[in-house]
């Protein structure tokens, strides 16, 4: 059936683009209020959308709110999803969702143990351009994957490390490798399935930060391919860029830093099938919403009973941490790593030092 779900927002940074895309479906939510611990910003929007601005305690105690929708800094997610789930309510969370497997696996116990459901962020993955891609996959036209590309070449300044939370291990949990490319390696992960093997060099040498701003990693996958990934926060120009290559075609995405995902990309045919998958898919598919909205659009389906689970899961974030504390293991042992990794790993409890 379809419902209108009430929303609140925590945490009015990048929060606010939130704010913007549920309300960019105002026939499927409402946001009814909003937290931030500055309490003008707070007041400001939860004026602008005729909402209430609350503590998240507040939030907490309320019984007409559905959705409890987390974009604080990342050390605090672990207790606050914790705190939504025994609330009752359903909880959407920013990346990077937690820091470690074993708190991915106790979420895990708490999610089946409440009514609602986690749904971490992963927005990127609705661009067109992927979601065309991953369509091909699904589909069958790919075949074998052979290489696979991914560029993360992104610029950060003392600005952005003004915010006291950023650029340390114990607050921001991890450097370019997990707050930036986070999203460029589920991109990688959402097509070509996960990695049993990577090796991975991490350095500091952009800013006077704690945390990495460069890294390099080679990756083996599950399915028999190949990637390579390079990340910096000091590239003047700013660019994202994918490429897959299968045996059914070959795919590069545009370099847009933050919308790489989107249409147009790249896709060169190399079999007929895959020609026809394509030029059947092209003509089939309508834009669909993209980044947050489309993620958004997608959860309203769930909350409305059409899908057994969350457009991105639990599971979906633990695959994403497993792959990165297997590249901090990695690149702090300078070794190979292989994945899936075990609960008496030395890094399953986490990665920071
Ligand atoms: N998906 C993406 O593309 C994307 C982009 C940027 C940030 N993020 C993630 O979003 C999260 C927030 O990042 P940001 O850049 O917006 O940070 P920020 O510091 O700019 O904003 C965070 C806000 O949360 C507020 N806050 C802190 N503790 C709070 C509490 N207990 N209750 C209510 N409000 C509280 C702060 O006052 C601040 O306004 C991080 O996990 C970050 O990695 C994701």
């Known amino acids: 059936m379809v419902e209108q779900h009430r929303v609140a927002v925590v945490g009015l940074g990048i929060g606010q683009s939130h704010v913007w895309s549920w309300r960019r479906m105002k026939d499927?939510?409402?946001?009814?209020?909003?937290?931030?611990?500055?309490?003008?910003?707070?007041?400001?929007?939860?004026?602008?959308?005729?909402?209430?601005?609350?503590?998240?305690?507040?939030?907490?105690?309320?019984?007409?709110?559905?959705?409890?929708?987390?974009?604080?800094?990342?050390?605090?997610?672990?207790?606050?999803?914790?705190?939504?789930?025994?609330?009752?309510?359903?909880?959407?969370?920013?990346?990077?969702?937690?820091?470690?497997?074993?708190?991915?696996?106790?979420?895990?116990?708490?999610?089946?143990?409440?009514?609602?459901?986690?749904?971490?962020?992963?927005?990127?993955?609705?661009?067109?351009?992927?979601?065309?891609?991953?369509?091909?996959?699904?589909?069958?036209?790919?075949?074998?994957?052979?290489?696979?590309?991914?560029?993360?070449?992104?610029?950060?300044?003392?600005?952005?490390?003004?915010?006291?939370?950023?650029?340390?291990?114990?607050?921001?949990?991890?450097?370019?490798?997990?707050?930036?490319?986070?999203h460029a390696l589920d991109m990688l992960t959402y097509v070509v399935g996960p990695a049993t093997r990577?090796?991975?060099?991490?350095?500091?040498?952009?800013?006077?930060?704690?945390?990495?701003?460069?890294?390099?990693?080679?990756?083996?996958?599950?399915?028999?391919?190949?990637?390579?990934?390079?990340?910096?926060l000091g590239s003047a120009q700013e660019i994202t860029r994918h490429r897959f290559h299968f045996a059914g075609f070959s795919a590069e995405s545009g370099t847009s830093p933050y919308q790489s995902a989107s249409a147009p990309w790249d896709v060169t045919p190399a079999t007929e099938a895959a020609a026809a998958e394509l030029e059947r898919l092209r003509a089939a598919q309508g834009k669909r919403a993209e980044d947050w909205w489309g993620q958004f659009e997608r959860y309203a389906g769930f909350l409305d009973g059409a899908a057994a689970d969350p457009p991105v899961t639990l599971a979906d974030a633990r695959a994403s941490i497993e792959l990165l504390t297997a590249l901090y293991d990695s690149a702090r042992r300078g070794v190979d790593v292989t994945l899936p990794m075990e609960p008496d790993h030395p890094l399953y409890r986490g990665w920071l030092p």
Not at 73 to 95: F, N, R, T, W, Y
């Open 198 to 232: 990577v090796f991975c060099r991490a350095k500091t040498m952009v800013n006077d930060v704690e945390v990495e701003d460069c890294a390099a990693a080679s990756l083996e996958m599950a399915d028999g391919s190949l990637a390579t990934v390079s990340a910096t």
């Open 28 to 182: 499927r939510f409402t946001v009814v209020a909003v937290s931030d611990l500055d309490e003008s910003v707070a007041r400001e929007t939860a004026e602008r959308i005729r909402g209430e601005a609350l503590t998240f305690e507040q939030l907490l105690a309320r019984d007409d709110i559905d959705v409890i929708d987390l974009c604080t800094p990342p050390s605090l997610h672990l207790d606050q999803i914790v705190a939504v789930l025994e609330a009752g309510k359903h909880v959407v969370c920013e990346k990077p969702l937690v820091s470690s497997l074993a708190d991915c696996d106790a979420l895990a116990v708490a999610e089946a143990a409440a009514p609602g459901r986690v749904m971490p962020i992963f927005q990127y993955r609705y661009g067109g351009g992927l979601q065309e891609v991953k369509a091909l996959v699904d589909a069958g036209a790919a075949g074998q994957a052979y290489t696979s590309s991914v560029e993360v070449s992104w610029r950060r300044d003392a600005d952005y490390y003004a915010v006291p939370w950023r650029g340390q291990w114990a607050t921001a949990l991890g450097g370019v490798l997990l707050s930036q490319a986070i």
